[in-house]
């Protein structure tokens, strides 16, 4: 269920605020906690242990000379899909193992219920893999940062572009837990409000391997855009089958609200071109990104990150700083506050803040898959479509319904 790895992180001798006597060492412990056998394993899974290394290392190596050194442990755990499941697994990690802090956490049912133990045991959620825009909406918690995209930031983003290229009439496959409705309902909202229609919509169970039913339900529908509001595997599955059953034949088309580098990888170009999809990050997008991704695909066996691997990264890497600011005892609710107060430039997201509602705010990005004619080599999947900057790309904070809005940040 579980690997441990010690590694040596240093913090500032003059920081006041942390220093500890050689004999009663503070060991800081990190869980990273996914899904590591599944439909999401390959967007996320043990290689988030690898992102969450690299941050380790990257503080350490950005710290002055003289830095009393402190131990970090990441734990790893794989929560099946099932949030009964992670719950468990958190809660004997805080309970009898003093972990300080988790991260990763794709599958919003378990993202959920992980929120409201952290809460309790007031310790830090870093939720860089969750989709659902209720997490920083009326679930926020004041010990929980939402990193890397939400379903509110793909839905925007890429259902208004597709409805302003003429794809007026949606039908949804929705993948049928919390993540997949809430993708679903910012999805018709922005589809509506750009003047669509939606005809209707089905959804399926998580880990689905026929799509046959569904994708004749959405042909019957007379829908010209096929809306997906699933991830992983099963948007690979339902891509796949949507080609090899012609259900794309007289102008019907695809709109991927969440694919990942890894299910482009997975389909290939040849499935895959075309595709219009919001991230948060490519490996490709600037000198930096690729100086770390490279790094990445050193460790991973040649795979190029995706968003999740990188959202796990930064906010791994800011919660370290804040945490040299604090010291490891402060509690997550006063960890996260410190966070809300930095100004972080991120190697990866470039500038971000962090609002009160725990919404880390940056660029996001809309790409539109290569032709295989067009690609130059491996992992050059993506051509950029246009930049969404970061005051337009995530909800309006008021529209939210987060009850941290409007509390003053200590």
């Known amino acids: 269920m579980r690997r441990v790895i010690p590694l040596i992180l240093a913090l500032v001798s003059s920081v006041a605020l942390w220093t500890l006597p050689a004999s009663a060492e503070r060991v800081v412990r990190l869980g990273v906690l996914n899904d590591g056998s599944g439909p999401y394993s390959d967007l996320s899974g043990r290689k988030s242990v690898i992102a969450a290394e690299l941050a380790v290392e990257d503080f350490t190596a950005a710290s002055p000379d003289g830095r009393e050194q402190v131990k970090v442990e990441i734990v790893y755990a794989d929560h099946q899909n099932k949030a009964d499941i992670g719950a468990e697994i958190v809660r004997r990690w805080i309970d009898s193992e003093h972990v300080d802090a988790v991260v990763d956490v794709p599958n919003t049912s378990v993202a959920l219920a992980v929120n409201e133990i952290m809460r309790a045991r007031d310790r830090v959620f870093l939720g860089s893999s969750v989709a659902s825009s209720d997490l920083t909406g009326p679930k926020c918690a004041p010990t929980t940062v939402q990193w890397t995209f939400d379903t509110w930031a793909l839905a925007h983003a890429t259902g208004s572009t597709v409805v ?31 003047g669509g229609k939606v005809l209707g919509g089905v959804r399926h169970p998580l880990g689905t391997s026929d799509f046959s039913s569904f994708l004749l339900q959405a042909q019957a529908s007379g829908a010209r855009v096929i809306g997906l509001a ?96 604090t010291g490891p005892d402060a509690g997550g609710t006063r960890i996260v506050d410190r966070m809300k107060r930095d100004s972080i430039d991120d190697p990866l997201f470039g500038p971000v803040t962090i609002r009160p509602d725990g919404r880390a705010v940056h660029d996001m990005f809309l790409f539109e898959v290569k032709a295989p004619g067009e690609s130059t080599g491996p992992w050059d999947y993506y051509k950029l479509v246009s930049r969404i900057p970061a005051n337009q790309a995530f909800r309006p904070m008021a529209d939210g319904g987060c009850p941290l809005v409007g509390t003053p940040v200590k």
């Open 164 to 194: 302003k290229r003429g794809g007026e009439s949606w039908f949804f496959l929705t993948a049928d837990y919390a993540f997949g409705q809430a993708l679903e309902r910012d999805a018709s909202a922005v589809v509506l409000a750009s």
């Open 230 to 325: 699933n991830a992983g595997n099963d948007a690979v599955t339902a891509i796949k089958q949507a080609r090899e059953f012609g259900i794309l034949r007289d102008g019907r088309s695809l709109a991927g609200l969440l694919v990942f580098l890894s299910d482009v990888h997975s389909l290939g170009l040849e499935a895959a071109q075309g595709l219009l999809l919001t991230e948060a990050f490519y490996w490709d997008l600037n000198d930096a990104t690729r100086r770390w991704s490279r790094r990445f695909a050193e460790r991973s066996g040649g795979t190029m990150p995706t968003m999740n691997h990188a959202g796990v990264y930064s906010s791994v890497l800011a919660w370290l700083n804040a945490l040299a600011e």
